[in-house]
């Protein structure tokens, strides 16, 4: 099945092949923006290591503006592309770029800010993450909107990866844990597991695995996949989702868990599901 | 599916009329899971020797390859286990479905060629794994290509297969997708204990180790499972 995975490789193979050069080009140019986006998408998959890279998605970053409504690409949308790729190239000099994209207006950008925050590990970020959980109705829908009021599952995420187990971040988390959205619910258990080991969140994640929507078993897959829990090894290999998932929740497994069971037997069920 | 299979296949029959007349996704796929279900039971209960191919195995090919083209991967991974099941009588109309337009259709059969390991979808598995833009597919042709079954070739031909084979592998070693890189780790670990001229058993086991150095292989889990391999190799 077509994952993400796939679709981002489609991108990579059937996309354009260009050099380094010209997509700094591209990214550096402003007067079409939807060779800014692919340049700033690029930049980041192919871990561009050049002086310049960092600097010229911190400046897409810096163009960013109100909301356009307008469909198609904009600049935030290259905004939101220059900030995925800060998060993929590890610079910790785009923090402060970062942190202030995570008070924009667009929660689609502080959505993206908060993800590469928590890729860089940015300690900086958690005081104004957990602010923004805390705020009113954080967790509320928008007006005529499937979007929450905050990005919360990427701001969650984003603290269990920076990993300051202080009990002002684990409380911050919590009331997500009960949350009426079941996406909502992983992302905290997922965090609340990072910073906490307590096995109860484990089990959290694996009860969503029986969750009735895929999409939720998915989220769960990954999330399990990223806390690295070995217990959860027969639970993913019998959840019904696509193996695609299943390999990438268990690479977590052996890459950041711990036995038992011992790695062997969980590349065992890796070979198995290919 | 020997000499009781008509009668075991007349059981399918009803299997097969609920996929033809799912009307839903939900639906369809759990019908698609029961026909496999009865076929993994049925290929269990007498698998000796070449299913009998007679008209009734040829409707379920015929559903199970309609069912790949339904952009429904519950119910395509049903099938893909339902073909699986049948085997070798499911190759030729495997193949034969490959021609046509539907991308989604075509990699699931490449899924099912790999894992009924028939010789005769070699050719489409070295296709897949050198060129295939989908990670998956070309994850599941690698898996493939290291458990071909061969017992019935001649010695010969079984030593040329398995040459190709591993000039296949060799090249998907760098794949940019980890996953088809852990596949070709796995069937490079099948393949070499088969009888190889000395040289190519070497270059084998020298890709192995590359796949298990941190110098050339960035992803841990190739590593370990590269490292698992030449364990099993010289042990």
Redesign the interface.
């Known amino acids: ?3 993400t ?2 679709l981002d ?2 991108m ?3 996309g354009e092949p260009i050099s380094e050069e010209e997509a700094l080009q591209r990214l550096r140019q402003s007067e079409d923006q939807s060779h800014q986006y692919y340049a700033a998408w690029w930049l980041g998959r192919m871990r561009s290591r050049h002086p310049e890279t960092v600097p010229l998605l911190q400046a897409a970053l810096r163009r960013r503006q109100p909301r356009a409504v307008s469909s198609g690409v904009e600049e935030n949308a290259v905004a939101r592309n220059a900030a995925r790729a800060l998060g993929k190239l590890g610079d910790p000099q785009a923090i402060p770029d970062l942190l202030a994209t995570l008070e924009d207006e667009d929660d689609g950008l502080r959505e993206a800010a908060a993800r590469a925050l928590g890729e860089l590990r940015a300690r900086e970020a958690v005081s104004p993450i957990c602010a923004r959980l805390a705020s009113d109705q954080a967790g509320q829908p928008l007006p005529n909107s499937l979007r929450l009021r905050e990005p919360c599952e990427a701001l969650i995420e984003a603290l269990g990866d920076i990993g300051v187990a202080s009990p002002d971040v684990v409380d911050a988390i919590q009331p997500f844990a009960i949350h009426e959205r079941p996406l909502i619910r992983s992302a905290a258990a997922r965090a609340l597991f990072q910073l906490t080991q307590d096995p109860r969140w484990g089990h959290s994640l694996i009860e969503l695995l029986e969750h009735p929507q895929l999409q939720v078993r998915r989220s769960a897959l990954m999330d399990l996949g990223a806390v690295g829990w070995r217990p959860a090894l027969e639970p993913i290999r019998d959840t ?1 989702a ?3 998932l299943k ?2 929740a268990l ?1 977590g497994l ?2 950041r868990g711990q036995a038992p069971p011992d ?2 037997t969980v ?1 065992r069920a ?2 198995d599901l ?1 | 599916m020997n000499k009781t299979g008509a009668d075991g296949l007349s059981l399918v029959r009803p299997f097969i009329r609920a996929v033809e007349r799912a009307d839903s996704a939900d639906g369809l796929q759990k019908a698609a899971e029961n026909l496999a279900g009865a076929l993994a039971a049925l290929a269990k209960a007498d698998h000796q020797g070449e299913p009998h191919c007679d008209p009734e195995t040829w409707d379920v090919i015929d559903c199970l390859l309609q069912v790949l083209g339904f952009n429904n ?2 119910a ?2 049903a099938a893909v286990d339902g073909l699986i099941a049948i085997g070798p009588p499911a190759v030729e109309p495997l193949l034969g479905s490959l021609d046509g337009h539907n991308y ?1 259709a075509r990699a699931w059969a490449v899924r099912a060629l790999a894992g009924i390991g028939d010789p005769r979808g070699l050719a489409v598995l070295e296709e897949a794994l050198a060129e295939d ?4 597919v070309r ?2 042709a ?2 493939g290509l290291g458990q071909l079954r061969l017992e019935s070739l001649p010695q010969a031909e079984r030593s040329a297969i398995w040459q190709r084979c591993l000039t296949g592998l060799l090249a998907g070693a760098a794949d ?4 088809v890189r ?2 070709v780790v ?1 069937s490079l670990e099948q393949l070499l204990p088969h009888p190889l001229a000395a040289e190519q058993r070497v270059r084998g086991l020298a890709q192995l180790e590359g796949l298990a150095a941190p110098a050339s292989e960035d ?3 190739v590593r ?2 590269a490292r ?1 391999a030449l364990d099993n190799l010289s042990g």
């Open positions: 099945m077509a994952g995975a796939d490789s489609a990579a193979t059937a019904l696509e193996n695609s390999l990438i690479r052996v890459e790695t062997e590349l890796m070979d290919l | 991967p519950g395509a991974v989604g833009i989908g990670p998956s994850r599941a690698a898996r940019p997708e980890w996953v852990y596949a796995v992803t841990l889990v370990l499972r698992l």
